[in-house]
């Protein structure tokens, strides 16, 4: 029988889906209804413990409901918003306004464990900063007026000091975010995390429950400046923390590229096709009596012994093959000690990560806003960019070729160009999601001042005139390679589609169930306000919107392709394909008896159309030929 939830236009039920699977595993802690027993479970947890009053645990107020939220699905939808877009068809980059968490509501049946790597910046909560609002479950249309949304961008609250709730508000924010990001990340994924003083002992507490205390991978320190300055407390701050969990112990860090200071000692070469070497002691640390002999310089006879208490680096046989092969040195006049010639290819092609990032590695906050300047020509729109060497650091560590990265508090929007900059040096073609909340900016600051009244402006610009910058390097470098059919591959990946967060086109999401009437009977209500108020939709509503928000609710990611299927002459159907899952499509106010006929012959087809297109007959028919390929939406 169908349920009120089953009408609605939602984004996934992650606490029915988790108790389904528990259901799966362990059918006797239900009752005969279906309902879970808690005491059956205590018993499964671990039955010593039920009786306890105290444990170890970390808890805050709010905590419950927090996690609740995380998991109670969204009605919202994205909307692609093609004028703000940058060379949408060369790219598959993806940038959404609207507010954090109910976007990550929306990615994560069509993104779940596909995000190889998650970086964000969030409020540090200093009293000053921003704290999201969660009012998504409000009276809906008290929250769109509430957000603004349309013209002046969304509101959010600043968690001040004096607020009894200072930390908890701030551990609610965090906490319903990162249950979900964690399951957009692949299996091998991984999340940096940039925080200052005033959170980072909580946020190592949270992403221990979060992600578990086995994934810690590191606690980063930046020095986020290269200068002392004066500071209330009698400390200058000089750094930034970066906190990093993986998702399992299947994530394989990358080695980052070796320094021109390392290579630098590598300067001879014998031009055997052996490459370049250097001198390297011949002698081992630890002793072995094998290793106790004399070597003989082949051009003076005269012999060398290793010092008392050391060895050579290898055996009597060891040392002749190396001989043999001119592997030992004797100085550059051949009549010194003998040294063993250590070859760059044969040496760690890359430098192992370390939790200390100085601001010549990394950049710092100066860099930061002199790159913001440069690129607006101008002063920098952003107070507290982060360097996008920074980032390109992080990205180095854990991404390869073609993987996704997620940033869902990507503020100035640094993340997108560490990415096209990472790219172009490795011809890589790794793909971003930036979410940005539409926060209104300050009518005195300089973001305003110059035209931008939201964040998520200066996210989308700073985007924008880095794919710019870079293009016009390639044009300077290969003019003749743009002015011919070559074009298209110079700018691939060059580019971005901006979506943004609105209300669901779907009026039924209005529809409140009467609690004095049974759930047969509001289901029938349903059925008549779906009737009444949807009957026009189509000729109201975008229709590309409404395809956009049916098909990111049943799992298909943002960068679908769509086609007209032009053998269809009585209904206008099309073909969507997201590279992995596919369909058609048919928004037409009625299904034609013709369409019904060459879905029952083709049963094996995927078909969504609106449930208002179909009679009873239709419907029965599709659904009993068609099975689970058939959506009614």
């Known amino acids: ?133 969660d009012k998504w479950n409000q009276d809906k249309a008290e929250y769109w007026e509430d957000s603004e949304y349309v013209e002046n961008g969304m509101k959010v609250d600043t968690n001040v000091e004096t607020d009894g709730r200072f930390h908890s508000n701030w551990l609610n924010m965090m906490y319903s975010r990162l249950l979900i990001a964690r399951q957009l990340l692949k299996e091998d994924g991984v999340i940096f995390i940039s925080i200052d003083d005033n959170e980072v002992h909580h946020l190592r507490k949270l992403c221990d429950e979060v992600f578990g205390s086995d994934n810690f991978l590191a606690n980063v320190v930046w020095q ?72 003989i310089n082949p051009k003076t006879g005269k012999e060398y012994m290793p010092p008392q208490g050391s060895s050579w680096r290898g055996s009597k046989e060891t040392i002749a093959r190396w001989l043999k092969e001119n592997r030992i040195f004797f100085g550059k006049d051949g009549t010194g000690a003998p040294q063993l010639k250590r070859y760059l290819n044969e040496v760690q092609q890359g430098r192992v990560p370390t939790t200390w990032w100085s601001f010549k590695d990394a950049g710092h906050n100066d860099a930061a806003n002199k790159e913001m300047q440069a690129l607006f020509n101008s002063k920098s729109p952003f107070d507290t960019p982060k360097p996008s060497t920074l980032i390109k650091l992080i990205l180095q560590i854990s991404s390869d070729n073609q993987d996704l990265i997620l940033d869902f508090f990507s503020g100035s929007g640094s993340l ?82 901006v979506f ?61 392709i769509k086609t007209k299927k032009e053998e269809f002459k009585k209904n206008e159907i099309f073909h969507v394909t997201d590279g992995i899952k596919e369909t058609l499509i048919c928004l037409d106010g009625s299904l034609d008896k013709a369409t019904v006929e060459y879905f029952k012959k083709n049963p094996k087809e995927r078909l969504i159309v609106l449930e208002r297109a179909l009679d009873t007959t239709k419907k029965w028919n599709l659904k009993h030929y068609m099975g689970d390929n058939f959506v009614a939406f």
């Open 1 to 133: 029988m169908d349920s009120i939830k089953d009408k609605m236009p939602l984004s996934p039920d992650h606490n029915a889906d988790r108790l389904a699977k528990l259901k799966e595993l362990m059918p006797d802690i239900f009752t005969n209804e279906g309902k879970l027993n808690m005491n059956e479970l205590k018993k499964v947890v671990d039955p010593e413990l039920v009786n306890e009053a105290e444990r170890y645990e970390f808890r805050w107020f709010g905590k419950s409901k927090a996690k609740r939220e995380a998991f109670t699905p969204t009605d919202a939808t994205l909307v692609y918003d093609e004028d703000r877009s940058v060379n949408p068809e060369d790219s598959e980059n993806i940038i959404i306004e609207g507010e954090n968490l109910a976007v990550l509501k929306l990615l994560s049946k069509s993104y779940r464990e596909k995000v190889k790597c998650i970086y964000i910046d969030p409020p540090y909560n200093t009293g000053k900063d921003f704290v999201y609002s």
């Open 224 to 295: 986020k400046k290269y200068a002392a300055t004066n500071d209330a407390k009698g400390f200058s701050s000089m750094h930034d923390h970066i906190i990093v969990y993986q998702k399992s112990n299947l994530f394989k860090r990358n080695l980052l590229p070796r320094t021109d200071e390392q290579n630098k000692p590598y300067k001879h070469d014998d031009y055997n096709g052996k490459g370049l070497w250097r001198s390297d002691n011949l002698l081992v640390k630890s002793f072995s009596e094998s290793g106790v002999f004399p070597i």
């Open 416 to 497: 997108g160009q560490a990415l096209f900059n990472l790219n172009k040096e490795d011809s890589g073609s790794r793909k971003y999601i930036l979410v940005q909340l539409p926060e209104v900016t300050d009518p005195k600051s300089e973001a305003y001042k110059a035209g931008y009244k939201k964040i998520s402006d200066i996210t989308i610009e700073r985007n924008k005139r880095v794919i710019g910058k870079i293009i016009e390097e390639k044009k300077a470098m290969q003019p003749d390679l743009f002015a011919d059919n070559k074009k298209e591959d110079l700018i691939k990946g060059l580019g971005f589609k």
């Open 500 to 560: 943004k967060l609105q209300k669901s086109n779907f009026p039924r999401t209005e529809f409140a169930p009467y609690p004095e009437k049974s759930e047969e009977e509001n289901i029938e209500l349903l059925k008549k306000y779906i009737s009444e108020k949807e009957a026009q939709m189509v000729t109201h509503f975008n229709k590309d919107e409404l395809i956009t928000e049916i098909l990111i609710k049943k799992g298909y990611e943002l960068n679908y």
